[in-house]
């Protein structure tokens, strides 16, 4: 059972370089979601995705933009890394319309802006 | 935003003794969640509760939903070397997005 599947694993990025984070699952899933984990903050949503070809705001979505190109992937982008974007990035995936169903995390994808 | 405030931030405690871990919050939530996350890993769903007044049980782990909907507690018996983590509350108000609010985690260090 793979679940959430999160690539790459680590990434280290100059200021000003972009990259897209992956996301894939396998329990065909309707709702995804992006969170940030930084030290003493929890998690906080950056994006999220209730179905296929919708997205919406979460808490913290400045500098990224999201694309959820099937039912199974929904990838993060950042345009133009900066320091503060550095952090630990969790992808999850959820049914959402079933009663007690809750999301699956990915492992993260740990991300240096230097 | 909604906040959640999770205590104690950080536990040390003996291997045999209990644990306790609340969170509060200024608004009501439908749905309270506890997740561990293990270092390098994801968070990982320990308890759900869906209804206010609800206890339940998982192992060694207890948790209610508090009767005011506005807060939560985690109970864990005669911790275990591997119950070292960190340990997040999170609620959700079912009125709105179904987005989850997480608490900022109470870090539990086991002392063999």
């Known amino acids: 059972n793979a679940g959430v599947t999160q690539t790459p694993k680590f990434q280290v990025l100059k200021t000003g370089q972009s990259m897209t984070l992956q996301c894939a699952q396998d329990m065909n899933h309707n709702s995804m979601y992006w969170y940030r984990q930084d030290p003493g903050m929890g998690l906080r949503l950056i994006y999220y995705?209730?179905?296929?070809?919708?997205?919406d705001k979460g808490e913290v979505p400045n500098g990224y933009n999201v694309s959820r190109l099937n039912k199974r992937e929904f990838s993060l982008r950042l345009e133009s890394a900066a320091p503060s974007q550095t952090s630990v990035y969790f992808c999850?995936?959820?049914?959402?319309?079933?009663?007690?169903?809750?999301?699956?995390f990915g492992q993260g994808t740990r991300l240096t802006v230097v | 935003g909604q906040q959640l405030n999770q205590s104690p931030q950080s536990m040390f405690i003996q291997e045999g003794e209990d644990v306790s871990m609340n969170c509060t919050s200024s608004s009501i939530f439908n749905t309270w969640l506890w997740y561990k996350q293990d270092p390098g890993e994801g968070p990982v769903l320990l308890i759900a509760l869906y209804k206010a007044g609800e206890l339940t049980s998982n192992g060694r782990l207890t948790a209610q939903f508090g009767i005011t909907r506005k807060d939560s507690f985690l109970n864990i018996s005669a911790s275990i070397p591997s119950d070292v983590g960190i340990y997040f509350c999170a609620g959700r108000n079912q009125g709105g997005s179904e987005k989850l609010v997480f608490g900022k985690g109470t870090k539990l260090t086991v002392n063999p």
């Open positions: 995705s209730a179905s296929e070809g919708t997205t």
């Open positions: 999850a995936s959820r049914i959402t319309g079933t009663p007690n169903t809750e999301a699956f």
